[in-house]
């Protein structure tokens, strides 16, 4: 199901007219749908050149804050059975088909940029300028156009016409080799790093960044985001224990690496996991109160580095005398600083995340729910991924006036899906 357009009231500024406040309302389908749709990016659109991984999951974000997404897939991916349903990821869209191959193709897309706030596009450094849809174009049609741009090296530099992937991006970035344990290679935390926090999640807040100054200045921009630069923000905490001696950086040897005997998972009974990340005194205290460790003289010297390697000894052959839900049973609920480790199926059965709605379920698939909370503008999972094309005529009337016939002349040219 999809949602009328409407678009919030214009903010009140002495000086600026909102640039969303003219914005016609004829767009809306399902007026009740609309009336709930109260994210804090209502009102707002982006048109997403369709990418994988870090694009997509920026535009999740926009999406469930409220923005409304027109989805550009490829032509060429509208085919029978190109159901893609359980594409997290991509909820919360409609989606138009064009090939931008086809100068009608590229016109059609840039008439769509000219209705938007702001566009997405993860392509290598310059693709959309050999289609015709740079920046250059986007914001000749549309100068208040917040244009961003996902990739994984930047839109220059040695490695910017070069492949790669998360693990590629985040072992530039000096992340990877501070992953893992003492004595063994790096461990990729799947693609958190990279493509999540420092690809999708920075291209978001760019976006949110670009479209709050557009509303001031009239002006748009172009938003470089690359997954190097946001997996060096991610890793700044880090890179200041470096700077004042407090990291070293032999992997698995300090606080929050797994060196410390207080800070890590440990195997249980019944070869499932607990985390344990008792740093503060207070809650070191604790953990040692019930494990019965208290007793031990050598657990006293918590912040003894040379000790930790076997202070962690002894803690994993003592973690290993109960089952996971045994310790549960023992330390949940107190200020140890505990948690079982869940696996994904786990996590959206555990009371807490049942408590808090974390995990939701839309279209009968069971996913992550919009985050964070807001108090008054509250965000919702709008509707269930799209199939490519599935909105292409829909779009085209709606938001370029196009007509029954001058679509059916899109379609037979090949431009649009």
Known sequence: MWWRRCPTPPLHHPHHHHPLAS???????????????????????????????????????????????????????????????TDILGRSRRSIAIDLTKPEGVETLLRLAETADGLTEGFRPGVMERLGVGPDECLARNPKLVYGRMTGWGQEGPYASTAGHDINYISLAGALAHIGRKGEAPAPPLNLVGDNGGGGMLLAFGMACGLFESQRSGKGQVIDAAMVDGAALLMAPFYSMLASGMWKEERGSNLLDSGAHFYDAYECADGQYVSLGSIEPQFYALLLKHTGLDNEPEFAGQMDRAQWPALKERVTAVMKTKTRAEWCAIMEGTDICFAPVLTMSEAMKHPHNIHRN??????????????????????????PPSIPGEHSDAILGELLGSSAAEIAALRASGAIG
């Not at 974390?358 to 509707?383: D, H, L």
Request: proline content about 10%.
């Open 358 to 383: 974390t995990f939701v379920e839309s279209a009968g698939v069971s996913q992550p729910g919009p985050a964070p909370r807001f108090s008054r503008t509250t965000p919702e999972i709008a509707g």
């Open 23 to 85: 914005r016609p309302l004829d767009l809306c389908l399902h007026q009740k749908e609309a009336q709930h749709l109260a994210g804090p990016l209502t009102g707002t659109r982006i048109i997403e050149v369709a990418g994988i991984g870090p694009g997509p999951f920026c535009v999740m974000m926009l999406a469930d804050m409220g923005a409304e997404i027109i989805r550009v897939d490829r032509a060429s991916n509208v085919r029978p059975g190109s159901e893609r349903r």
